[in-house]
C-alpha cells in the first residue's frame, strides 16, 4: 500500500517562506515522478511542481516558478517544496502526487495522471 504524508503547513505572513515535505512509503521512491498540487476554495487543483527522477528534470507552474522550489532526497523517499515570497493568493490545501508511469519523463500537469496523494495540509498567508 502506498502512503504519501505530509507536513510542513500552516500560518505565516506575506513574504515569508514555508517548506513541506511529502514522504513515500510502500513503493520504490526512484520509480515515482513526484508533484506538488494546491487547492483553493472554489478553484480546481492546480499543479505547481513536478521532480522526475532525474534532477535535471524539474518542471513548474508560471506562478511558482521563481518563488518555489521542488527537489527531493532520495535516501529519505521523500520531496520537499521550499516556498518562498508567498502571497496571500498562495493560500490553499497543498497535495504531494506520485506518478508511477514509467513513460512519463517529466512531471505531468494534470491531477488525473497521478494515482497516489497525499491527504492534503494547509498554508494560509496572512497580509
Known amino acids: 500500500q502506498v502512503q504519501l504524508v505530509e507536513r510542513g503547513g500552516g500560518e505565516v505572513q506575506a513574504g515569508g517562506s514555508l517548506r513541506l515535505s511529502c514522504t513515500v512509503s510502500?513503493?520504490?521512491?526512484?520509480?515515482?515522478?513526484m508533484a506538488w498540487f494546491r487547492q483553493a476554495p472554489g478553484k480546481e487543483r492546480e499543479f505547481l511542481a513536478g521532480a522526475a527522477q532525474s534532477p535535471s528534470r524539474r518542471n513548474y507552474a508560471d506562478s511558482v516558478r521563481d518563488r518555489f522550489v521542488i527537489f527531493r532526497v532520495n535516501d529519505k523517499n521523500t520531496v520537499y517544496l521550499q516556498m518562498n515570497s508567498l502571497k496571500p493568493e498562495d493560500t490553499a490545501v497543498y497535495y504531494c502526487a506520485a506518478d508511477s508511469d514509467s513513460a512519463a519523463q517529466t512531471a505531468r500537469i494534470g491531477p488525473e495522471d497521478y494515482e497516489y496523494w497525499g491527504q492534503g495540509t494547509q498554508v494560509t498567508v496572512s497580509s
Open positions: 510502500g513503493r520504490a521512491f526512484n520509480s515515482l515522478i
